[in-house]
């Protein structure tokens, strides 16, 4: 199984939440899945530190603390996805960084829970519940 991280972060827009997620590039990617910001670990590299870097190289945004909101399985592909959130800086402008995204934004949570990758809108939940503890 390939094992990858990345990061849910989120803001307040007037009074709604939304939450940063990405679309992959590439013609065969047009009807693909958004997903958060993620991508497999370089060697030495704990999964926090992972989804940082790759959430810095797509979007542009540097992430601030965070907390992990667990992991995801990608059945059909084999993949396991390591999640971390924590709030959007207050100045995040997020923009497509790397060729791996075509785009990059806050989306509404509800808007994202429809975009996102099925699996992956788990994590909405679970951040969800952790705001809820707050």
């Known amino acids: 199984m390939t094992e990858s991280a990345g990061t849910l972060l989120y803001r307040r827009n007037g009074g709604q939440l939304e939450v940063l997620i990405v679309h992959p590039s590439g013609r065969y990617n047009r009807g693909a899945p ?7 670990t370089e060697p030495g590299e704990d999964f ?27 059945a059909r592909s ?20 790397s ?3 075509d785009r990059a934004q806050f989306l509404a949570l509800d808007r994202a829970r429809l975009l996102l990758h099925p699996a992956q809108a788990t994590f909405l939940d679970r951040l969800l519940a952790t705001l809820d503890q707050d």
């Open 99 to 101: 060729w791996e995204v």
């Open 34 to 40: 958004w997903s958060i910001p993620k991508g497999k």
């Open 48 to 74: 926090e530190t992972t989804a940082r870097r790759e959430t810095e190289e797509e979007t542009g945004v540097s992430a601030g603390s965070l907390h992990s909101i667990g992991s995801v399985d990608l």
């Open 78 to 97: 084999r993949k396991r996805i390591h999640g971390f959130a924590g709030p959007a800086p207050e100045d995040a402008e997020p923009r497509c960084a």
